[in-house]
Protein backbone atom coordinates (compact mmCIF):
# COMPACT_ATOMS: atom_id res chain seq x y z
CA UNK A 1 0.00 0.00 0.00
CA UNK A 2 2.77 2.47 0.38
CA UNK A 3 4.03 1.73 -2.86
CA UNK A 4 0.46 3.06 -3.98
CA UNK A 5 0.24 6.16 -2.22
CA UNK A 6 3.89 7.31 -2.76
CA UNK A 7 2.81 7.08 -6.36
CA UNK A 8 -0.44 8.85 -5.82
CA UNK A 9 1.64 11.97 -4.16
CA UNK A 10 4.00 11.93 -6.79
CA UNK A 11 1.54 11.53 -9.73
CA UNK A 12 4.76 11.30 -12.28
CA UNK A 13 7.11 8.75 -12.65
CA UNK A 14 10.74 9.67 -12.20
CA UNK A 15 12.75 11.13 -15.28
CA UNK A 16 16.12 12.24 -16.61
CA UNK A 17 17.64 14.84 -14.59
CA UNK A 18 16.49 18.53 -15.99
CA UNK A 19 19.41 20.64 -17.11
CA UNK A 20 22.18 22.14 -15.33
CA UNK A 21 21.11 25.33 -15.02
CA UNK A 22 17.85 24.83 -12.85
CA UNK A 23 19.20 21.65 -11.38
CA UNK A 24 21.71 24.81 -9.62
CA UNK A 25 18.97 27.15 -8.83
CA UNK A 26 16.85 24.26 -7.42
CA UNK A 27 19.84 22.76 -5.44
CA UNK A 28 20.63 26.32 -3.70
CA UNK A 29 17.02 26.87 -2.12
CA UNK A 30 16.76 23.47 -0.82
CA UNK A 31 19.14 22.27 1.24
CA UNK A 32 18.15 18.53 1.22
CA UNK A 33 17.90 18.36 -2.78
CA UNK A 34 21.45 16.71 -3.35
CA UNK A 35 21.05 14.59 -0.08
CA UNK A 36 18.30 12.91 -1.17
CA UNK A 37 18.60 13.33 -5.13
CA UNK A 38 16.10 14.98 -5.95
CA UNK A 39 17.58 15.88 -9.34
CA UNK A 40 15.47 12.62 -10.90
CA UNK A 41 12.46 14.20 -10.08
CA UNK A 42 10.60 15.80 -13.49
CA UNK A 43 7.53 17.52 -11.41
CA UNK A 44 8.89 21.14 -9.67
CA UNK A 45 6.35 20.71 -6.75
CA UNK A 46 7.24 17.43 -5.69
CA UNK A 47 11.17 18.42 -6.38
CA UNK A 48 10.03 20.82 -3.05
CA UNK A 49 8.71 18.28 -1.32
CA UNK A 50 12.30 16.10 -1.71
CA UNK A 51 14.43 18.92 -1.01
CA UNK A 52 12.81 20.69 1.99
CA UNK A 53 12.57 19.18 5.04
CA UNK A 54 9.39 20.91 6.27
CA UNK A 55 7.05 19.91 3.30
CA UNK A 56 8.68 16.11 3.77
CA UNK A 57 7.38 16.00 7.14
CA UNK A 58 4.00 17.16 5.92
CA UNK A 59 4.10 14.75 2.87
CA UNK A 60 5.04 11.83 5.71
CA UNK A 61 2.06 13.03 7.51
CA UNK A 62 -0.40 13.41 4.59
CA UNK A 63 0.80 10.00 3.41
CA UNK A 64 -0.25 8.26 6.82
CA UNK A 65 -3.56 10.08 6.45
CA UNK A 66 -3.98 8.54 3.20
CA UNK A 67 -3.07 4.91 4.26
CA UNK A 68 -5.56 5.25 6.78
CA UNK A 69 -8.41 6.54 4.98
CA UNK A 70 -7.65 3.62 2.28
CA UNK A 71 -7.80 1.22 5.41
CA UNK A 72 -11.24 1.98 5.60
CA UNK A 73 -12.33 1.45 2.29
CA UNK A 74 -12.63 -1.58 0.46
CA UNK A 75 -13.13 -0.25 -2.83
CA UNK A 76 -9.74 2.45 -2.69
CA UNK A 77 -9.20 3.04 -6.09
CA UNK A 78 -11.43 5.46 -6.58
CA UNK A 79 -10.21 7.27 -3.33
CA UNK A 80 -6.68 6.94 -5.14
CA UNK A 81 -7.83 9.02 -8.38
CA UNK A 82 -9.65 11.72 -5.88
CA UNK A 83 -6.21 11.93 -4.12
CA UNK A 84 -4.24 11.97 -7.51
CA UNK A 85 -6.69 14.90 -9.16
CA UNK A 86 -6.23 16.78 -6.09
CA UNK A 87 -2.68 16.77 -5.70
CA UNK A 88 -2.55 18.30 -9.56
CA UNK A 89 -4.80 20.76 -8.36
CA UNK A 90 -2.79 21.49 -5.63
CA UNK A 91 -0.06 22.16 -7.83
CA UNK A 92 -1.70 24.66 -9.97
CA UNK A 93 -3.31 26.30 -6.72
CA UNK A 94 0.14 26.89 -5.51
CA UNK A 95 1.18 28.64 -8.82
CA UNK A 96 3.17 25.53 -10.40
CA UNK A 97 2.20 25.01 -13.85
CA UNK A 98 3.05 21.45 -15.33
CA UNK A 99 6.39 21.23 -15.35
CA UNK A 100 7.72 24.94 -15.49
CA UNK A 101 10.40 25.27 -13.20
CA UNK A 102 9.59 27.77 -10.16
CA UNK A 103 11.64 30.60 -10.21
CA UNK A 104 13.72 31.73 -7.24
CA UNK A 105 12.07 34.56 -6.31
CA UNK A 106 8.88 32.35 -5.96
CA UNK A 107 10.12 29.67 -3.93
CA UNK A 108 9.51 30.75 -0.80
CA UNK A 109 5.85 31.77 -1.34
CA UNK A 110 5.38 28.45 -2.93
CA UNK A 111 6.50 26.12 -0.51
CA UNK A 112 4.53 27.96 1.73
CA UNK A 113 1.47 27.51 -0.30
CA UNK A 114 1.96 23.66 -0.56
CA UNK A 115 2.74 23.72 3.29
CA UNK A 116 -0.56 24.77 4.32
CA UNK A 117 -2.73 22.57 1.87
CA UNK A 118 -0.88 19.86 2.58
CA UNK A 119 -1.08 19.89 6.24
CA UNK A 120 -4.85 21.19 5.67
CA UNK A 121 -5.14 17.94 3.43
CA UNK A 122 -4.04 15.78 5.89
CA UNK A 123 -6.32 17.13 8.89
CA UNK A 124 -8.90 16.36 6.46
CA UNK A 125 -7.93 12.87 5.56
CA UNK A 126 -8.12 12.22 8.95
CA UNK A 127 -12.10 12.78 9.39
CA UNK A 128 -14.17 9.28 8.38
CA UNK A 129 -16.77 11.77 7.12
CA UNK A 130 -14.52 12.71 4.12
CA UNK A 131 -15.18 9.76 2.72
CA UNK A 132 -19.07 10.07 1.85
CA UNK A 133 -17.92 14.17 1.19
CA UNK A 134 -15.34 13.04 -1.31
CA UNK A 135 -17.59 10.90 -3.17
CA UNK A 136 -17.43 11.60 -6.80
CA UNK A 137 -20.47 9.71 -8.27
CA UNK A 138 -23.85 10.24 -8.57
CA UNK A 139 -24.68 7.05 -6.01
CA UNK A 140 -22.12 8.40 -3.92
CA UNK A 141 -23.33 11.45 -3.64
CA UNK A 142 -26.80 10.21 -3.11
CA UNK A 143 -25.50 8.21 -0.14
CA UNK A 144 -23.70 10.57 1.49
CA UNK A 145 -27.04 12.95 1.47
CA UNK A 146 -28.64 10.49 3.22
CA UNK A 147 -27.72 9.88 6.55
CA UNK A 148 -28.88 6.00 6.73
CA UNK A 149 -27.83 5.46 3.42
CA UNK A 150 -24.34 7.05 4.45
CA UNK A 151 -24.44 4.48 7.97
CA UNK A 152 -25.30 1.40 6.37
CA UNK A 153 -22.87 2.24 3.74
CA UNK A 154 -20.14 2.83 6.22
CA UNK A 155 -21.21 -0.39 8.28
CA UNK A 156 -21.28 -2.57 4.77
CA UNK A 157 -17.55 -1.93 4.00
CA UNK A 158 -16.39 -2.66 7.11
CA UNK A 159 -18.20 -5.83 6.93
CA UNK A 160 -15.92 -6.56 3.71
CA UNK A 161 -12.71 -5.24 4.46
CA UNK A 162 -12.97 -7.95 7.81
CA UNK A 163 -14.20 -10.45 5.62
CA UNK A 164 -11.36 -10.37 2.66
CA UNK A 165 -8.67 -9.74 5.55
CA UNK A 166 -8.72 -13.18 5.89
CA UNK A 167 -7.82 -13.79 2.79
CA UNK A 168 -4.38 -14.52 1.23
CA UNK A 169 -3.26 -11.81 -1.31
CA UNK A 170 -4.26 -13.14 -4.23
CA UNK A 171 -8.10 -14.01 -3.29
CA UNK A 172 -8.12 -10.62 -1.58
CA UNK A 173 -7.19 -9.31 -5.08
CA UNK A 174 -9.78 -11.23 -6.61
CA UNK A 175 -11.98 -10.08 -3.78
CA UNK A 176 -11.20 -6.46 -4.54
CA UNK A 177 -12.15 -6.61 -8.15
CA UNK A 178 -15.31 -8.70 -7.37
CA UNK A 179 -16.42 -5.98 -5.03
CA UNK A 180 -15.74 -3.27 -7.64
CA UNK A 181 -17.98 -5.14 -10.03
CA UNK A 182 -20.78 -5.19 -7.43
CA UNK A 183 -20.48 -1.07 -7.45
CA UNK A 184 -20.88 -1.26 -10.99
CA UNK A 185 -23.65 -3.60 -11.00
CA UNK A 186 -25.17 -1.37 -8.44
CA UNK A 187 -24.97 1.81 -10.27
CA UNK A 188 -25.97 0.04 -13.35
CA UNK A 189 -29.45 -1.35 -11.18
CA UNK A 190 -30.48 1.90 -9.87
CA UNK A 191 -29.75 3.84 -13.27
CA UNK A 192 -27.40 6.21 -11.72
CA UNK A 193 -24.49 5.51 -14.41
CA UNK A 194 -23.13 8.89 -16.11
CA UNK A 195 -25.11 11.27 -13.94
CA UNK A 196 -22.28 12.52 -12.18
CA UNK A 197 -23.44 16.41 -13.13
CA UNK A 198 -27.60 15.64 -12.60
CA UNK A 199 -29.06 17.56 -9.30
CA UNK A 200 -29.02 15.67 -5.94
CA UNK A 201 -33.04 16.15 -6.00
CA UNK A 202 -33.26 14.57 -9.17
CA UNK A 203 -31.50 11.50 -8.39
CA UNK A 204 -33.88 10.86 -5.03
CA UNK A 205 -35.88 8.04 -6.73
CA UNK A 206 -32.11 6.09 -6.68
CA UNK A 207 -32.53 5.61 -3.21
CA UNK A 208 -34.82 2.85 -2.26
CA UNK A 209 -32.62 0.74 -5.21
CA UNK A 210 -29.73 1.98 -3.06
CA UNK A 211 -30.82 0.84 0.37
CA UNK A 212 -31.95 -2.40 -1.32
CA UNK A 213 -28.59 -3.16 -2.54
CA UNK A 214 -26.46 -1.81 0.89
CA UNK A 215 -29.36 -4.18 2.72
CA UNK A 216 -29.04 -7.08 0.85
CA UNK A 217 -25.36 -7.22 0.87
CA UNK A 218 -24.88 -6.84 4.37
CA UNK A 219 -27.50 -9.75 4.95
CA UNK A 220 -25.26 -11.65 2.52
CA UNK A 221 -22.02 -10.74 4.72
CA UNK A 222 -23.62 -11.75 7.87
CA UNK A 223 -24.96 -15.09 6.56
CA UNK A 224 -21.33 -16.16 5.84
CA UNK A 225 -20.79 -16.38 9.66
CA UNK A 226 -17.31 -14.75 9.04
CA UNK A 227 -16.24 -17.27 6.11
CA UNK A 228 -15.25 -14.85 2.51
CA UNK A 229 -15.51 -18.16 0.40
CA UNK A 230 -19.03 -18.01 1.37
CA UNK A 231 -19.44 -14.53 -0.56
CA UNK A 232 -16.26 -13.92 -2.64
CA UNK A 233 -15.57 -16.14 -5.77
CA UNK A 234 -18.61 -18.00 -6.01
CA UNK A 235 -20.00 -16.64 -9.01
CA UNK A 236 -18.42 -18.09 -12.31
CA UNK A 237 -21.73 -17.60 -14.92
CA UNK A 238 -24.08 -14.54 -15.41
CA UNK A 239 -27.84 -14.84 -16.07
CA UNK A 240 -27.71 -13.51 -19.55
CA UNK A 241 -24.73 -12.37 -22.43
CA UNK A 242 -25.27 -8.84 -21.43
CA UNK A 243 -23.27 -5.61 -19.56
CA UNK A 244 -23.33 -7.76 -16.53
CA UNK A 245 -21.61 -10.89 -18.15
CA UNK A 246 -18.96 -8.22 -19.85
CA UNK A 247 -18.43 -6.88 -16.56
CA UNK A 248 -17.90 -10.03 -14.73
CA UNK A 249 -15.13 -11.20 -17.36
CA UNK A 250 -13.39 -8.20 -17.25
CA UNK A 251 -13.55 -7.60 -13.70
CA UNK A 252 -11.90 -11.23 -13.50
CA UNK A 253 -9.19 -10.82 -16.14
CA UNK A 254 -8.00 -7.41 -14.17
CA UNK A 255 -8.03 -8.84 -10.89
CA UNK A 256 -5.69 -12.18 -12.61
CA UNK A 257 -3.41 -9.71 -14.03
CA UNK A 258 -2.96 -7.51 -10.97
CA UNK A 259 -4.26 -4.32 -12.80
CA UNK A 260 -5.79 -2.94 -9.71
CA UNK A 261 -2.21 -1.54 -8.71
CA UNK A 262 -2.70 0.54 -12.44
CA UNK A 263 -5.62 0.55 -13.48
CA UNK A 264 -9.45 0.57 -12.46
CA UNK A 265 -12.96 0.11 -14.66
CA UNK A 266 -14.97 2.67 -14.24
CA UNK A 267 -17.74 1.70 -16.41
CA UNK A 268 -18.75 -1.26 -18.55
CA UNK A 269 -21.40 -1.57 -21.50
CA UNK A 270 -23.07 -3.93 -23.97
CA UNK A 271 -23.18 -2.42 -27.00
CA UNK A 272 -23.85 -5.48 -29.28
CA UNK A 273 -24.70 -8.76 -28.89
CA UNK A 274 -24.84 -12.37 -31.17
CA UNK A 275 -26.83 -14.83 -28.87
CA UNK A 276 -27.74 -18.46 -30.21
CA UNK A 277 -29.36 -20.88 -27.86
CA UNK A 278 -25.69 -22.15 -26.25
CA UNK A 279 -23.35 -19.62 -27.67
CA UNK A 280 -22.98 -15.88 -27.72
CA UNK A 281 -20.80 -13.04 -28.50
CA UNK A 282 -21.16 -9.88 -26.36
CA UNK A 283 -19.32 -6.44 -27.72
CA UNK A 284 -18.49 -4.63 -24.69
CA UNK A 285 -17.20 -1.48 -24.14
CA UNK A 286 -15.13 -0.85 -21.00
CA UNK A 287 -13.72 2.44 -19.76
CA UNK A 288 -10.65 1.96 -17.28
CA UNK A 289 -8.93 5.16 -15.29
CA UNK A 290 -5.12 4.90 -14.83
CA UNK A 291 -4.33 5.03 -10.99
CA UNK A 292 -0.15 4.82 -11.63
CA UNK A 293 1.47 5.49 -14.53
CA UNK A 294 2.64 2.84 -16.73
CA UNK A 295 4.10 2.88 -20.20
CA UNK A 296 1.67 2.90 -23.31
CA UNK A 297 3.62 -0.20 -24.92
CA UNK A 298 4.19 -2.60 -21.79
CA UNK A 299 3.13 -5.94 -20.13
CA UNK A 300 0.82 -3.61 -17.88
CA UNK A 301 -0.41 -2.06 -20.99
CA UNK A 302 -1.40 -5.74 -23.05
CA UNK A 303 -2.46 -7.45 -20.24
CA UNK A 304 -4.67 -4.83 -18.65
CA UNK A 305 -5.94 -2.98 -21.80
CA UNK A 306 -5.61 -5.32 -24.33
CA UNK A 307 -2.81 -3.24 -26.67
CA UNK A 308 -0.25 -1.07 -26.75
CA UNK A 309 -1.34 2.44 -27.54
CA UNK A 310 0.62 5.06 -29.75
CA UNK A 311 0.66 8.27 -27.13
CA UNK A 312 0.35 10.70 -30.08
CA UNK A 313 -3.20 9.36 -31.25
CA UNK A 314 -4.45 7.87 -28.31
CA UNK A 315 -5.05 4.92 -30.10
CA UNK A 316 -4.40 1.23 -29.90
CA UNK A 317 -1.16 0.26 -31.41
CA UNK A 318 -1.31 -3.75 -31.66
CA UNK A 319 1.31 -4.36 -33.81
CA UNK A 320 3.88 -2.82 -31.32
CA UNK A 321 4.34 -5.98 -29.00
CA UNK A 322 5.49 -5.77 -25.34
CA UNK A 323 8.71 -4.01 -25.69
CA UNK A 324 9.00 -1.38 -23.03
CA UNK A 325 9.37 2.21 -24.63
CA UNK A 326 10.89 4.57 -21.61
CA UNK A 327 9.71 8.24 -21.78
CA UNK A 328 6.04 7.21 -23.07
CA UNK A 329 3.70 6.41 -20.31
CA UNK A 330 0.21 7.54 -19.19
CA UNK A 331 -0.36 10.07 -16.68
CA UNK A 332 -2.88 9.13 -13.65
CA UNK A 333 -6.51 9.99 -14.36
CA UNK A 334 -6.27 9.43 -17.56
CA UNK A 335 -9.20 7.33 -19.12
CA UNK A 336 -9.01 4.51 -21.28
CA UNK A 337 -11.59 2.76 -23.59
CA UNK A 338 -11.67 -0.33 -25.54
CA UNK A 339 -13.96 -2.22 -27.36
CA UNK A 340 -13.93 -6.01 -27.17
CA UNK A 341 -16.18 -8.70 -28.30
CA UNK A 342 -16.15 -11.49 -25.57
CA UNK A 343 -17.43 -15.53 -25.85
CA UNK A 344 -19.86 -17.34 -24.10
CA UNK A 345 -21.33 -20.81 -24.00
CA UNK A 346 -24.29 -21.31 -21.84
CA UNK A 347 -23.75 -23.55 -19.18
CA UNK A 348 -26.11 -24.96 -15.92
CA UNK A 349 -25.39 -22.35 -14.22
CA UNK A 350 -25.71 -19.61 -17.02
CA UNK A 351 -22.84 -18.29 -18.94
CA UNK A 352 -19.68 -18.21 -18.95
CA UNK A 353 -17.36 -16.21 -20.32
CA UNK A 354 -14.20 -18.11 -22.00
CA UNK A 355 -11.87 -15.45 -22.29
CA UNK A 356 -8.68 -15.37 -20.25
CA UNK A 357 -7.14 -11.91 -21.65
CA UNK A 358 -8.55 -8.92 -22.80
CA UNK A 359 -6.50 -8.85 -25.97
CA UNK A 360 -7.13 -8.29 -29.08
CA UNK A 361 -9.16 -5.16 -28.92
CA UNK A 362 -11.56 -4.05 -31.22
CA UNK A 363 -11.27 -0.72 -30.93
CA UNK A 364 -10.37 2.66 -28.52
CA UNK A 365 -8.99 5.54 -27.49
CA UNK A 366 -7.31 7.18 -24.52
CA UNK A 367 -8.15 10.75 -23.60
CA UNK A 368 -7.96 13.11 -20.56
CA UNK A 369 -5.57 13.76 -17.55
CA UNK A 370 -2.71 14.36 -19.50
Not at 144 to 153: H, R, T, Y
Not at 294 to 323: E, I, N, Y
Request: charged fraction near 25%; include cysteine; glycine fraction near 6%.
Amino acid sequence: MRFIVLIVLALTALAAPASAQTDRAVADSLPLFAKNNCQRIRDPGNQLFCGDAGLAAAAEKLSTAIEARLARLPDRLPAIEENAIWARQRNLGCGIVGQTAIRADEFDRVKACLLKVTEERAAILRDPDFDCLAANTAAGAVICADPALALAETELNGQVLGLIGKLDPTAARFAFAEYGRWTRERDRKCNLVGKENVPLQELESAEDCLAEYLTRKTEEIRAAKGDPKRVFGRQIAAHSPDTDAVDFCAARIHAANSCGNFLRINRVYAVDSQVTDQEAQVTGEIEMVVLAPFTTCSKVASSCTGTCWDPRTGRPQPGAGSKERSGEAFNVTRRLRIQRTFAFVKAADGWRCREDELAPVNSGNAAGGS
